[in-house]
């Protein structure tokens, strides 16, 4: 069960890699209507990247886990920031789901 959530994870933050990277109209719009500068998405998609790689190692989920709920935290605050409550309901699932696999990956084996 765990493992199939920490692939989830990492397929999501892969995903967003590619998302923020690429960068379609959509995607700049938004960090500019943020406030963000233009280059902030690849900075983004690096961290992303980090995530999705840090989760697949055993010896590094509780860093990917760690690092992923700092990304979602960065995004559900700056959607509350610019009253975009109901988008930023996704963030918090899946850092929600982050804490369970750190919780899951500090515990004894």
């Known amino acids: ?23 379609p109209q959509k995607i700049r719009e938004e960090y500019a209507r943020w406030g963000y500068p233009s280059w902030f998405r690849y900075v983004t998609a690096v961290l992303e990247l980090a995530v999705a790689l840090l989760l697949l190692f ?14 979602m935290s960065a995004v559900h605050l700056t959607l509350l920031h610019h009253h975009e409550t109901l988008q ?22």
């Not at 055993?58 to 990304?71: D, E, F, K, Q, R």
Request: no cysteine.
């Open 1 to 23: 069960m765990i493992q199939a959530l920490i692939w989830f994870l990492s397929v999501f933050f892969l995903i967003g890699t590619f998302t923020n990277g690429y960068g």
């Open 58 to 71: 055993p010896a590094s989920i509780g860093w990917g886990a760690l690092l992923g709920m700092g990304v």
């Open 88 to 109: 930023s309901i996704g963030p918090a699932v899946i850092f929600a789901l982050l804490v369970i696999v750190l919780w899951q990956a500090a515990l004894p084996s």
